[in-house]
């Protein structure tokens, strides 16, 4: 888990560390010049090292204190003097390994920009002389948090750099997650400089938070976790076909639809058990999961049924199109809306603090479909970041609910479910588009090598 924190914890996290601030520059400049150095930069290169009054601009000082000592030809373009008495020590530095520090000017020609001007201090409002570096024609490396981008919303309205990569201390920015956050900062690199640990507001998921049950020796195929697919409506097949092939794959024993097309579910999914909606209460207390809405279309009668009757739901699609059905399933329920279907749930804005309020709302497991991904249960939201645009086709979230539907059934808790389906979900995507067009047809085989049994 990496945690994520506000601008504000983050000044509090530089204010409880138990080092002295000399000692902390000097390890997140230090930070800095070796992500220069991954970057290609070598003996000979031309980098130039923007920077502010503040301690981000110290961080640049000491930057450039490393790379000039590794034979790079650096020079430090300064917005002002500096304001602290860490950031004139490392001015000092700088200069007495004979770093050029002249006033900011306007973009040279160069191999680097080091952009250490604001940082997580940043507050609306760049000074004009900026603007033109802005657009500077050279990879541009930020310290902490791209200087315009604003660290707890992502916003930048008036503009920002675009960096290739960014390197930040002790936790991410809000602001590295949301807004305009992901474009501006690149590849962010989170570096240990012995900050105090602080108090996340979103809690970005790696692989080891993403468990995946281990089948008994003994198991049988119904005991391996049983999940049924409610959908399937005339045009719209394929979804429940996708959704039930997906928690087949992930893992699920036993894998049936209920679909008011069940022969042509049949024909499209021989390896899953087909049944007539007609008997939707009695199929509901047989499986462990039941998934409702993959191309179901308009039928609220359907939802209630399952939401009343099922063990655990994971409501999708069509199913989202009305709170009150959900309402039932309360405690025993995952939904996994986007930001318009969320919008049909909520008047809560379509982010984490607005998925965790309608969490405790409903007393459900939220998964908030975007990027980031936000899955909470009204506790600190997850952010998953794995995936991308290659997910931005029909079907995917298909493949989605029965995953998440296949992981609960196999034994994990709700949240644990949806955190682990959402990462894996994006990990699978991102390597099949490596080797071709991540259709939601291919992902729902593609997954079963990420499905841990």
């Known amino acids: 888990m990496i945690p994520v924190v506000t601008a504000a914890e983050s000044a509090r996290m530089d204010q409880r560390a138990t080092d002295p601030v000399e000692v902390l520059m000097d390890r997140a400049g230090l930070a800095v010049a070796l992500e220069a150095v991954e970057m290609g930069v070598g003996y000979g290169s031309r980098v130039v090292v923007l920077c502010g009054p503040g301690n981000n601009g110290g961080d640049g000082y000491v930057a ?16 002002a003097e500096p304001r602290t008495d860490a950031a004139r020590w490392a001015t000092d530095g700088a200069r007495r390994t004979g770093v050029p520090i002249v006033p900011l000017g306007t973009p040279r020609p160069c191999d680097l920009v080091i952009d250490a001007l604001f940082g997580g201090g940043f ?18 490396l930020s310290v902490d948090v791209p200087t315009g981008l604003d660290p707890d919303t992502g916003e930048a309205p008036d503009g920002a750099f675009c960096a290739t990569r960014t390197v930040t201390f002790g936790a991410l920015k809000v602001g590295h997650l949301l807004g305009e956050g992901p474009d501006r900062s690149g590849l962010v690199t989170v570096a240990d400089i012995g900050l105090a640990e602080g108090e996340p507001v979103l809690r970005m998921a790696e692989a080891l938070d993403c468990p995946r049950p281990e089948r008994s020796r003994l198991a049988h195929k119904w005991s391996a976790g049983s999940v049924l697919i409610v959908g399937g409506n005339a045009g719209m097949t394929g979804a429940a076909v996708m959704a039930g092939r997906a928690a087949l794959h992930f893992g699920a024993g036993a894998v049936g639809v209920a679909s008011p097309q069940r022969d042509t579910v049949a024909a499209l999914g021989p390896e899953l058990l087909t049944y007539a909606i007609d008997d939707l209460e009695g199929l509901c207390r047989r499986y462990d999961v039941v998934v409702v809405g993959p191309g179901l279309g308009d039928l609220p009668d359907v939802v209630a049924t399952v939401t009343e009757h099922a063990a655990a739901v994971v409501a999708d699609a069509d199913a989202l199109a009305d709170r009150d059905p959900l309402e039932a399933a309360r405690g025993r329920l995952v939904i996994t809306p986007h930001a318009g279907e969320f919008g049909r749930l909520t008047d809560h804005h379509p982010g984490p603090d607005g998925a965790g309020t309608l969490a405790r709302e409903m007393g459900c497991v939220v998964l908030l479909k975007g990027w980031p991904t936000f899955v909470t249960d009204g506790g600190v939201p997850w952010a998953v970041v794995s995936g991308g645009p290659e997910l931005a086709t029909i079907g995917t979230g298909d493949v989605l609910a029965g995953m998440i539907a296949a992981l609960w059934a196999r034994g994990l808790d709700p949240i644990d479910a949806a955190r682990s389906a959402a990462f894996w979900h994006g990990v699978a995507a991102a390597e099949l588009a490596e080797q071709t067009t991540a259709t939601a047809d291919r992902l729902a085989y593609h997954v079963g090598r990420y499905a841990g049994v």
């Open 64 to 79: 450039a204190r490393y790379l000039r000592r590794r034979g790079v030809a650096v020079t430090v373009h300064a917005l």
């Open 123 to 140: 507050r609306r409002g760049l000074p004009a002389e900026l603007r033109p570096w802005l657009s500077v024609d050279a990879p541009v």
